[in-house]
């Protein structure tokens, strides 16, 4: 077992939670406990997939078991189980914080001129050249 497995107390809380297979015939080759330790390993340490260990099985193995339980929502099933398993032990402390302080504008709207008073670029600012002019004002230039 490696340091990240998980462990035997671990383990039987979280069998009763996952699905029953359907089909009956051959056993499956590789251990569901097995391959749940890989996908744990990979989304722990952020390797490809194909970088998984062989001791975890083959990794289109477990690479499909986790899409399959992550269309299927059988990973938020066994999510909300463990919290309500925690949350009915008093594990689980909801205290709720809002901090304004992590509101921060961005660095562009630190002391930025608002749009009617840069002199500059605001058209009333400059006298009007020929070309801005009707033709009237042309005629008597």
Request: hydrophobic share 40%; aromatic share 10%.
């Amino acid at each position: 077992m490696a340091r990240g497995d998980l462990t035997d107390a671990q383990w039987a809380v979280l069998e009763p939670l996952l699905p029953k297979g359907k089909r009956p015939g051959r056993p499956p080759m590789w251990a569901r406990r097995q391959l749940i330790d890989g996908i744990r390993f990979r989304v722990r340490t952020g390797i490809p997939w194909r970088d998984l260990p062989a001791e975890y099985g083959p990794w289109g193995r477990a690479y499909d078991l986790f899409r399959r339980w992550q269309r299927d929502g059988t990973w938020f099933q066994i999510f909300t189980a463990l919290q309500a398993q925690a949350d009915a032990k008093e594990l689980i402390t909801w205290d709720i914080n809002v901090d304004s302080t992590v509101c921060r504008a961005h660095q562009h709207a630190a002391g930025a001129r608002k749009r009617g008073n840069c002199r500059r670029n605001h058209p009333a600012a400059s006298p009007p050249s020929r070309r801005t002019m009707g033709s009237g004002a042309r005629a008597a230039a």
